[in-house]
T-cell receptor, first 114, second 113 residues
Framework: EAGVTQFPSHSVIEKGQTVTLRCDPI?????LYWYRRVMGKEIKFLLH????????ESGMPNNRFLAERTGGTYSTLKVQPAELEDSGVYFC????????????FGPGTRLLVL | KQEVTQIPAALSVPEGENLVLNCSFT??????LQWFRQDPGKGLTSLLL?????REQTSGRLNASLDKSSGRSTLYIAASQPGDSATYLC????????????FGSGTKLNVKP
């Protein structure tokens, strides 16, 4: 069974540019989560999808971040415009329906904003 | 608001030593606590999960304990090996909102051959 996959693995962009991160959850998992770890800090929750609906987006830092999950399959996280403080590792996780406590994490996307 | 702290931030030990990693959390109303391992460039791998009603869990050379009332957990690694070198993360799920993990900042472990 394939795990959670994320693309790209690394991204280097300049301040003010736009970047889109993609996450493909484990097949059949209704729950999809985004987390991020900025430099020197702990991993923090960004948002939670149940199928295509945003269940909880309390961790989204500001309106420069837009997450979508078209058709309840893969998800994208767009940062527009990117700022220096957005640099970090963005993790995606997924879990089966009704099993929010069992989250499987992807390898992360390392974003560097110059 | 739940806050999770891990001590030490980094640890370097010779192969064969037994070691303890510490985790503390501020809100004792937790659903469960998990210890994860992260290798460079890889995702998070769940090592041990302790439900709020449990005191400890064991897997091979790993033993995790939970003292919910004092807000503490420890991860004990016996007879450490170079392959144990990684970052170890402690994370809790709150009882009233268990869709999100609260993570500590991790302990980076280096086991020297």
């Amino acid at each position: 069974e394939a795990g959670v996959t994320q693309f790209p693995s690394h991204s280097v962009i300049e301040k003010g540019q736009t970047v889109t991160l993609r996450c493909d959850p484990i097949s059949g998992h209704d729950n999809l989560y985004w987390y991020r770890r900025v430099m020197g800090k702990e991993i923090k929750f960004l948002l939670h999808f149940v199928k295509e609906s945003k269940q909880d987006e309390s961790g989204m830092p500001n309106n420069r971040f837009l997450a979508e999950r078209t058709g309840g399959t893969y998800s994208t996280l767009k940062v527009q415009p990117a700022e220096l403080e957005d640099s970090g590792v963005y993790f995606c996780a997924s879990s089966p329906q009704g099993r929010e406590e069992t989250q499987y994490f992807g390898p992360g996307t390392r974003l560097l904003v110059l | 608001k739940q806050e999770v702290t891990q001590i030490p931030a980094a640890l370097s030990v010779p192969e064969g030593e037994n070691l303890v990693l510490n985790c503390s959390f501020t809100d004792s109303a937790i659903y469960n606590l998990q210890w994860f391992r992260q290798d460079p460039g890889k995702g998070l791998t769940s090592l041990l999960l302790i439900q709020s009603s449990q005191r400890e869990q064991t897997s091979g050379r790993l033993n995790a304990s939970l003292d919910k009332s004092s807000g503490r957990s420890t991860l004990y690694i016996a007879a450490s090996q170079p392959g144990d070198s990684a970052t170890y993360l402690c994370a809790v799920l709150n009882l009233y909102n268990f869709n999100k993990f609260y993570f500590g900042s991790g302990t980076k472990l280096n086991v020297k051959p």
